[in-house]
T-cell receptor, first 113, second 117 residues
């Protein structure tokens, strides 16, 4: 089955620790995205990548970092510099540039205490 | 900067009735795309329908249609013959091309739709 996987579904960390969220897709898509969702809110773009070894900051990139070493993988690191890291994180991919549908993964709910 | 406004935080609708979810957008660009996504309680985002700014006809996908009024900058989602399984959060989103690249979507805050039997 083709799709996007995010693991784990729930993640708990202590304040001050970096944590990496995984995102893998087997759809052969060029573009990948990371969004953050807070309760009662829409999604906000953190980072996106159009091709391997290239990525761009979204609207709320501060405190986050990404890498795109393989087409299939786009991990997101939530660093200790992120002031409010507790949120629901969604990864998405699309065929490429243009108004293509973005396919979303099931999300990772991160809780930092 | 682009902005999406969804003015209905929540809606209750009787099963089998049609429902309209409002969405207005703000952009100074002439070329843009509008999307609607459904988010059930499980959290995943499900694509419903897309409308391009240059499309002359309103988009339709099964029971979903998009009432696109460009001059008013509105892109309302219409669900015909609602079903209990339509209960979910619904998000309107917009993409404005950045030099033709794949930048992300700007989302509204969503409408929580509850279908009552």
């Amino acid at each position: 089955d083709g799709g996007i996987t995010q693991s784990p579904k729930y993640l708990f960390r202590k304040e001050g620790q970096n944590v990496t969220l995984s995102c893998e897709q087997n759809l052969n898509h060029d573009a990948m995205y990371w969004y953050r969702q807070d309760p009662g809110q829409g999604l906000r773009l953190i980072y996106y990548s159009q091709i391997v070894n290239d990525f761009q900051k979204g609207d709320i990139a501060e405190g986050y970092s990404v890498s795109r070493e393989k087409k299939e993988s786009f991990p997101l690191t939530v660093t200790s510099a992120q002031k409010n890291p507790t949120a629901f994180y969604l990864c998405a991919s699309s065929i490429g540039g243009g108004d293509y549908e973005q396919y979303f993964g099931p999300g990772t709910r991160l809780t930092v205490t | 900067a682009q902005k999406i406004t969804q003015t209905q935080p929540g809606m209750f609708v009787q099963e089998k009735e049609a429902v309209t979810l409002d969405c207005t957008y703000d952009t100074s660009d002439q070329s843009y795309g509008l999307f609607w996504y459904k988010q059930p309680s499980s959290g995943e985002m499900i694509f419903l329908i897309y409308q391009g700014s240059y499309d002359e006809q309103n988009a339709t996908e099964g029971r979903y249609s998009l009432n696109f009024q460009k001059a008013r900058k509105s892109a309302n989602l219409v669900i015909s013959a609602s079903q209990l399984g339509d209960s979910a959060m619904y998000f309107c989103a917009m993409r404005v091309p950045e030099g033709g690249g794949a930048d992300g979507l700007t989302f509204g805050k969503g409408t929580h739709l509850i279908i009552q039997p």
